[in-house]
């Protein structure tokens, strides 16, 4: 059950931010690669889903988001499922050695590897990359080349 609640906790806090090895050792990294090479397109769009349904709930963006909680709850639902089936079936070996191992910490760093990769995904799409690209338009280049000229 700890493992378990040291998952959610991970979950909870997007660790796809942090690096995994601040939780994790090898077979926790080894796990995360399972968990990467063992998920679908479509299983990686269900995690950014649930990374920006989390997202959603701090009040900085909350009123620009019309999402439902029966919404993400399903998202949550639905993502819950996929972890489960990545950790006790497709990489069932990997989970139990890195459980047997490196105890509960290791699921931490796990899914960070997985969220990292699908916020390499998120980032790498060409509307995204491209919004955040512009955001150099807003930037007045003299003023931060200024600071290095000692103005």
């Known amino acids: 059950m700890r493992a378990i609640t040291n ?3 991970a979950m909870a806090g997007l660790c796809g931010l942090a690096t995994p090895s601040a939780w994790a ?3 926790g990294d080894d796990l995360g690669k399972c968990m990467v090479k063992a998920s679908s397109p ?7 889903q649930w990374m920006f349904s989390a ?11 019309n999402m439902t909680d ?6 949550a639902t639905k993502t819950g499922a996929m972890v489960e089936r990545l950790l006790s079936v497709n990489c069932r070996n990997e989970t139990a ?3 047997r191992g490196e105890g509960a910490t290791s699921l931490q760093g796990a899914f960070a590897v997985l969220t990292q990769n699908a916020s390499r995904g998120l980032i790498s799409d060409p509307g995204v990359a491209a919004s955040l690209a512009n ?3 807003h ?3 003299r003023k931060v080349i200024g600071v290095l000229r000692g103005g």
């Not at 959603?56 to 620009?64: I, K, Q, S």
């Open 135 to 137: 955001l150099g338009a």
């Open 7 to 9: 998952l959610a906790m």
């Open 42 to 48: 479509e299983d990686q769009t269900l995690l950014t």
């Open 25 to 27: 050792g090898q077979l």
């Open 55 to 65: 997202i959603t709930l701090h009040p900085a963006v909350t009123p620009y988001v």
């Open 97 to 99: 050695a890195a459980l």
């Open 139 to 141: 930037i007045d280049q």
């Open 70 to 75: 029966a919404q993400r709850e399903d998202i």
